[in-house]
């Protein structure tokens, strides 16, 4: 089965901190995600990035950077922590290929606080 | 743009039982994917089901199974003989050419016992 892993699965940063969260998917899938999830607000795309190098933004980039260096890690920045950044984070990969005919594999998600 | 609508935040089903989860979506292409995704209480979200839009035969697995209107734009979820298990966070999501799924808000099922 493929994996996604999340390094860390609770965080408690301070505003104006800059904060990493590391995804890596253990299945060579070219495609990642991140995802900001909100009670009442479902699941809302911050960047998705197709290959190495590659990224592309999604709904809701703003105060958010990505990094994908190597094919099997995707990297979401927050450069300067604020308070409307707490949440939870998902990280999913799936494929190339015909979209939506891939089907995404999910990590176990990373709860953000930011006081 | 797509979008994806869930107008039930929340659902309670007896075990057993049957229960049906609404979603509706918008899109402009011809072409797109719809999917059902669960997401248990501190667990991974993974996949309950998936429909090709070109394709009129409603999707099933197991107890699961959609009812698929395309011109209504409409895409349910049906689950039959409700378990424990199934109780979770139900997200219904679209996906088209641009490669990106998008979701709707969720609906939380309980299922009584």
């Keep these: ?115 | 743009a797509q979008t994806v609508t869930q107008s039930q935040p929340e659902m309670s089903v007896q075990e057993a039982e049957t229960v049906t989860l609404s979603c509706t979506y918008d899109t402009s292409e011809s072409d797109y994917y719809l999917f059902w995704y669960k997401q248990p209480p501190s667990r991974q979200m993974i996949l309950v089901i998936r429909q090709e839009a070109y394709k009129q035969q409603n999707a099933t697995e197991n107890r699961f199974s959609v009812n698929f209107q395309k011109a209504a734009k409409s895409f349910s979820l049906k689950i039959s003989d409700s378990q424990l298990g199934d109780a979770a966070m139900y997200f219904c999501a679209s996906c088209g050419a641009t490669n990106k799924l998008i979701f709707g808000t969720g609906t939380l099922l309980a299922v009584q016992p």
């Design chain 1, 1 to 115: 089965d493929v994996k996604v892993t999340q390094s860390s699965r609770y965080l408690v940063k301070r505003t104006g901190e800059k904060v990493f969260l590391e995804c890596v998917q253990d299945m060579d899938h070219e495609n990642m995600f991140w995802y900001r999830q909100d009670p009442g607000l479902g699941l809302r795309l911050i960047y998705f990035s197709y290959d190495v190098k590659m990224k592309e933004k999604g709904d809701i980039p703003e105060g958010y950077s990505v990094s994908r260096e190597k094919k099997e890690r995707f990297s979401l920045i927050l450069e300067s922590a604020s308070t409307n950044q707490t949440s939870m984070y998902l990280c999913a990969s799936r494929v190339g290929g015909t979209p939506g005919a891939n089907v995404l594999t999910f990590g176990a998600g990373s709860r953000l606080t930011v006081l």
